[in-house]
């Protein structure tokens, strides 16, 4: 089976650095996609990791821990457009290619 | 290059009517996935197609069907619509189906049970 967890809602200034987790049981694992989606927009893909250890990519980094079943996102220097919704995703081998299970999403809010 | 483009954006429809909705894919992908995406939770796997055929599933009921034509645009159907169907539908497209292949989402339906 496939449960995704990730907090719900947090808030953080401009400028600042926000670190939000994922922890995820997948039978199968295959790897681990973060998508960012505003309010009434499509996702949007941000990073993939399926070995251990970190992936950045300008302000935004993603970890991951394969015997931990534990990710996080990374976002450095924010700013206003950084508001969203942050999915996590994760593939599995026994769920066929490409099939992702999200979590619920966690909500960014950034504020002046 | 244009992007996964979905239609309508918008839907209402009352119980037990039938609905469908069209997507098509990324220039040069031939796999679409759809999700349904409840308000404030994150998007759930309806199916995926590839060459024309569903290749995998995920826990919705047979009301929810759906096709691909050959130049890789998909629908999704769903019939006897309940108030729960009430939802962002999400089409993603990829090129293959490799779980490594980055899947590129549409802009979605929204879809409205009265």
């Known amino acids: 089976g496939q449960n995704i967890d990730q907090p719900t809602e947090m808030t953080a200034t401009e400028g600042a650095i926000v670190q939000i987790n994922c922890t995820y049981q997948?039978?199968?694992?295959?790897?681990l996609f973060w998508y960012q989606q505003h309010a009434g927009e499509a996702p949007t893909f941000l990073s993939y990791n399926v070995l251990d250890g970190l992936e950045e990519k300008g302000r935004f980094s993603s970890f991951l821990s394969r015997s931990k079943g534990y990710s996080y996102l990374l976002l450095k220097e924010l700013q206003m457009k950084d508001s969203a919704s942050y999915l996590c995703a994760a593939g599995s081998i026994y769920y066929g290619n490409n099939r992702l299970a999200f979590g619920k999403g966690n909500q960014v809010v950034v504020i002046p | 290059d244009a992007g996964v483009t979905q239609s309508p954006t918008h839907l209402i429809k009352t119980r037990g009517q039938q609905v469908t909705l069209r997507c098509s894919p990324k220039?040069?992908?031939?796999?679409v996935s759809w999700y349904q995406q409840a308000l404030g939770q994150g998007p759930q796997f309806i199916f995926q197609y590839y060459e024309e055929e569903e290749r995998q599933r995920g826990n919705f009921p047979d009301r929810f069907s759906g096709h691909q034509f050959p130049n890789y645009s998909s629908e999704l159907n769903v019939n006897a619509l309940l108030l729960g169907d009430s939802a962002l539908y999400l089409c993603?497209?990829?090129?293959?189906?490799?779980?490594?292949?980055?899947?590129?989402f549409g802009p979605g339906t929204r879809l409205t049970v009265l």
């Open positions: 993603a497209s990829s090129l293959g189906t490799s779980a490594h292949n980055e899947q590129f």
């Open positions: 220039s040069g992908h031939d796999t």
């Open positions: 997948t039978s199968g694992f295959n790897g």
